[in-house]
């Protein structure tokens, strides 16, 4: 018997195999490069678009030629901010997409000009945009301001331009009186009569009271009405008051066409010299812009204003959905792994969670509007509610939207905390048992806070995903504009029955459903970078504690 020659630990492999697996390294190297790439260049993308949104652009005003019939509508100048160059449809010369504003005097912001017919642009200097509550940006040469004494300041007045920054800045803050009033106090009473007038209608429907003891209880309630009615008169005297303050004085300008309009000045929001900023100029005004943006609620069909009420929906319900979806996920998952008997049933429970996480959003979405709104809301509502004149809890809300996108989110929380389970080292559970632990002792204080890091990525995949999902929330609660939050500082404070705005959803209506699609188009951009700023702030937050409970139970296990 022969002996076959011993293999060197450190022989080469044949020059085939060392070809395959380095074309094997090359090709996977490409792939994530090319993924790396993609990903780079859309959140590149996403990044320059809505940054420029809030980032003032110099305002050109433009003469045609007198050959041309000028812009559309025979207008000889006009003024704007050129938006894109692009070839015409026809191939022949180029074409500017130009934002005019003035949507109430031209019927669009937007218009595009033939390049050819543009005989000259200069920038001049007294030109002023201005944001205002309706209509858009407005952008025009001053002429006077109006008083409500009667007094007319110029715009040849050194006073001028300082008088119209006093102005406006009191419209604003009697702006966030009149919001105040309205949506805090008046809404206050408007919820305190609407409690009155449910208390009423359940002794209506008390069939064990006498006609004499309902009237006498009723008084009580209807005094209440009566004392709520006569503030809401005195609040509503108040908010009529500050409205007419705010259409006293005006500001008459002129457009670059030839047209003399007046505004109220307290429909005026902000307003800048475009073609006087310097570069820090530019930067404030810019940061004053996005600031309004995060904190105003939509105008406009949703294309001017901000998106407070979107980030705080968004926030809120990721929130929700993660504190219900947390203690479920991990529970099922303890029970699985730990506790239940290995076999066919459990098997097919794993398999089940499996494909459940492959199932369409919009399947959950319609299984959260049967089962939720309908069928559990629409029990609450006719157990607990039966005085109300419509649904409460039998219609769509944020509470029952956390719960269909927790019932979402579900299987990656079990798959990824029974993957963590498992991890933890079998000598360590074998440890807590010889040391007289119970099983359930070994689970809770051995086993789960060692496996607190894995169970932790589970949930931020899960608020990944549920934070940008739309399609369910369509279904179960999720609206276009809310009027109110669903947490205010009207009692109860918190109103889980609220429909809701959601960064997600505004991103679809700017995109498809709105009325003007070229103001659209910039806001889409915008709200898209916050919601994927919104998203990785959450993560972060989240890895960040992952990271310390993992640093933490590591040490501790030796």
């Keep these: 018997m022969t002996d076959e020659p011993a293999t060197s630990p450190n022989a080469k492999p044949p020059a085939r195999t060392r070809a395959i697996g380095e074309g094997r390294v090359w090709l996977c190297g490409l792939g994530l490069a090319l993924g790396i790439t993609m990903i780079v260049f859309l959140l590149g993308l996403i990044l320059v678009k809505g940054v420029a949104v809030f980032w003032p652009k110099p305002v050109s005003l433009i003469t045609f030629t007198a050959e041309s019939a000028g812009a559309p509508g025979g207008i000889p100048k006009i003024a704007g901010e050129i938006v894109k160059k692009q070839p015409r449809a026809d191939g022949n010369g180029l074409e500017w997409q130009f934002f005019t504003g ?39 040469l001053p002429i006077e301001i109006k008083r409500a004494d009667g007094s007319v300041i110029p715009v040849s007045s050194p006073d001028f331009e300082n008088e119209l920054k006093s102005l406006v800045r009191e419209a604003s803050d009697r702006r966030k009186r009149i ?30 009271l006498s006609d004499s003891e309902r009237t006498e209880r009723q008084k009580k309630y209807y ?60 930067l404030g005004v810019a940061a004053e812009h996005f600031w309004t943006f995060l904190s105003d609620t939509p105008r406009e069909a949703n294309t001017e204003g901000g998106i407070f009420p979107a980030i705080f929906g968004t926030f809120v319900m990721t929130l929700i959905m993660s504190v219900i979806v947390a203690p479920f996920g991990v529970i099922a998952a303890i029970y699985l792994r730990e506790y239940a008997r290995q076999g066919l049933l459990v098997r097919s429970v794993r398999i089940s969670v499996n494909n459940l996480a492959g199932v369409p959003s919009i399947v959950f979405g319609v299984f959260g509007l049967g089962f939720f ?33 927790a019932l979402m989110t579900l299987p990656v929380v079990i798959v990824a905390t029974e993957e963590a389970l498992a991890a933890v080292p079998r000598g360590i559970r074998e440890a807590a048992l010889a040391c007289g632990a119970s099983k359930w002792q070994m689970t809770q204080r051995v086993v789960l806070p060692s496996a607190t890091p894995g169970v932790l990525t589970g949930v931020i995949l899960a608020m990944a995903r549920g934070a940008g999902e739309v399609a369910p929330l369509m279904l179960v609660g999720v609206v276009k504009l809310a009027d109110s939050l669903p947490l205010d500082s009207i009692a109860p404070y918190i109103h889980p029955e609220r429909k809701f705005m959601h960064l997600g959803f505004h991103i679809y209506d700017l995109g498809f459903q709105s009325p003007d699609s070229e103001a659209a188009k910039p806001m889409v951009f915008a709200t898209t970078l916050l919601l994927i700023v919104l998203v990785v702030v959450m993560n972060l937050a989240a890895i960040q504690l992952r990271n310390h409970l993992k640093k933490k139970y590591t040490v501790g296990t030796f």
């Design 179 to 208: 919001f105040k009033l309205e949506k805090r106090e008046i809404g206050g009473i408007n919820a305190a009569i609407e409690r009155n007038r449910r208390s009423i209608r359940k002794l209506d429907l008390n069939e064990n």
């Design 373 to 405: 709104v309908y069928f559990v809301g629409g029990t609450i509502d006719s157990v607990f509610f039966q005085a109300n004149e419509g649904p409460t809890y039998g219609t769509g809300g944020i509470f029952w939207a956390s719960l269909t996108l």
């Design 102 to 140: 003035n949507k109430d005097a031209y019927g669009s912001s937007f218009r595009f000009l033939n390049a050819d017919t543009v005989a000259s642009s200069e920038f001049p200097k007294n030109l002023i945009v201005a944001e205002r509550m309706a209509y858009g940006n407005s952008i025009f």
């Design 223 to 282: 005094t209440n009405i009566a004392d709520l009615e006569n503030e809401y008169q005195s609040l509503a005297e108040q908010s009529r008051t500050l409205r007419d303050k705010q259409a006293a004085d005006s500001l008459v300008y002129e457009l670059v066409s030839g047209q003399t309009r007046t505004n109220a000045i307290g429909d005026l929001v902000g307003f800048y010299y475009p073609n006087r900023l310097n570069f820090f100029g530019r």
